[in-house]
């Protein structure tokens, strides 16, 4: 769902040579929950590097079949199935990752929501919508959209969806999710460093071979291609949301491809939004919500939260950005 609209990560290959060689940068690129997962490790050599990568690589995967609406046996499509019917006991991992998509549709007064999934059903974004959906056709299917109708029960550790046609699925977090997940499991491993980037969901730790600092490229809206500025990435992640995929217009009006719960129509007015947190789960919620919300409410939101900064790119290509985002 996500590409790179705002920000260029920059990759380098590096290594320590003479007497202080000690490490090597490994990277490789992999086609997974349906985008592209890059990833590079500094490890003791390459050999080592491979396998660290394998390992994070099999998290992935492991994380996609957990929360794929698409895959008829995972958990998420067991919980879509019994919509409206019964609860269903889920693992630990996925009851807190829903309960954390809860709380951060809370936070964001429902512009996030995991619940949004009928939406796409009628504003088929993909080049196939032929004519806008009618007011009474968004209406209804809204009604089966609403976060507060998932019912989360912690003794039985069960998910259940309250009304018929309800379904969740993980668009606007998994990705993050999965992110940090890899990260978690090599940290655990003792990798000293590396960099994961799932489509455009970003966290990093440790720091490059050379010793310098991971750095992000924030793109000039106004020069295609043109970097404004380097901002260093440590032990923190970055997601961006952007408007560039799938869209449609009707009259004068640009219609995204990401859906507004709220509304139940696509959201306009930006055409770019990258959220910088501590975590990729975090930064890819919140790259979603503040291009829901838009410029204003989503600036508001930002500079109210501790460690979390966005640069904002709206329809007309001006970039904005929360109060403790430095650019030279």
């Not at 890059?38 to 394998?54: A, F, H, K, N, P």
């Not at 409206?84 to 964001?108: D, F, Q």
């Not at 789960?281 to 989503?298: C, I, Q, R, Y």
Request: hydrophobic fraction near 40%; glycine fraction near 10%.
């Amino acid at each position: 769902m996500k590409k790179i609209f705002a920000l260029l990560l920059c990759f380098m290959t590096c290594y320590m040579y003479g007497q202080e060689q000690r490490y090597v940068t490994v990277k490789k690129s992999y086609d997974v929950m349906g985008g592209e997962f890059d990833i590079t490790v500094i490890s003791e050599d390459e050999e080592l590097g491979y396998i660290y990568i394998q390992e994070a690589l099999a998290e992935v995967l492991r994380i996609e079949k957990l929360i794929s609406s698409w895959d008829a046996d995972s958990e998420t499509s067991l919980i879509n199935k019994n919509a409206g019917i019964k609860p269903v006991t889920v693992s630990w991992e996925l009851y807190k990752l829903i309960e954390r998509s809860i709380l951060l549709s809370e936070i964001t007064n429902g512009a996030f929501d995991i619940t949004f999934t009928p939406l796409n059903h009628i504003w088929k974004l993909d080049g196939t919508l032929q004519t806008m959906p009618s007011s009474a056709a968004v209406k209804e299917t809204k009604s089966k959209v609403g976060y507060k109708n998932i019912i989360l029960n912690s003794k039985d550790q069960s998910v259940f969806l309250n009304k018929k046609g309800m379904r969740i699925s993980f668009g606007g977090i998994g990705k993050g999710f999965a992110a940090d997940k890899a990260k978690a499991l090599l940290v655990s491993n003792d990798v000293k460093a590396g960099i994961i980037n799932i489509d455009g969901d970003i966290t990093t730790w440790g720091t490059k071979a050379t010793g310098e600092k991971w750095l992000i490229g924030v793109v000039n809206p106004d020069q295609k291609g043109g970097i404004a500025s380097w901002i260093p990435i440590l032990e923190s992640s970055v997601a961006t949301t952007g408007g560039d995929g799938n869209y449609i217009m009707s009259g004068n009006k640009k219609y995204t491809h990401i859906i507004d719960p709220r509304s139940g129509y696509p959201s306009t007015g930006i055409n770019s939004v990258s959220v910088f947190a501590k975590s990729a789960e975090t930064s890819d919620a919140l790259a979603t919500s503040v291009f829901v919300m838009g410029l204003d409410a989503g600036l508001a939101l930002i500079n109210q939260l501790g460690d979390t900064e966005v640069i904002i790119v709206d329809s007309a290509n001006k970039m904005y950005k929360s109060n403790g985002v430095l650019l030279d």
